[in-house]
Nanobody, 123 residues
Framework: QVHLVESGGGLVQYGGSLRLSCTGS????????MAWFRQAPGKEREFVAS????????KYADSIQARFTITRDTPKNMVYLQMNSAEPEDTAVYYC????????????????WGQGTQVTVSS
């Protein structure tokens, strides 16, 4: 069983930066594809970024346009999402997710989820 806890959310100004953290317990996260999703009010949960097991590859949503970077710290069993050049459209609850398989952009293929952390970008 994988337990995930997100942190680092908060209020950031337009054009600012924020780093989200996802702390894992129960299993070695390096064995899993890890991803970040987000859900804005009234919208469906959408894929943001993923990193493959053993950092095999990274994938990003087109809407991110190289503003965000996903990384992992294997010794700490953590995954990060560095958000730069934040835009009001980035306002959402951000979720960390894990799956024992290849990267996917659909939330339904992920097996484990955190509780989410709120990110609000002021204009």
């Amino acid at each position: 069983q994988v337990h995930l806890v997100e942190s680092g959310g908060g209020l950031v100004q337009y054009g600012g930066s924020l780093r989200l953290s996802c702390t894992g317990s129960g299993r070695d996260l390096s064995l899993y594809t890890m991803a970040w999703f987000r859900q804005a009010p009234g919208k469906e949960r959408e894929f943001v970024a993923s990193i493959g097991a053993y950092d095999s590859h990274r994938k990003y949503a087109d809407s991110i346009q190289a503003r965000f970077t996903i990384t992992r710290d294997t010794p700490k069993n953590m995954v990060y999402l560095q958000m730069n050049s934040a835009e009001p459209e980035d306002t959402a609850v951000y979720y960390c997710a894990a799956r024992a398989g290849d990267s996917g952009v659909y939330s339904s293929v992920y097996d484990y989820w955190g509780q989410g952390t709120q990110v609000t970008v002021s204009s």
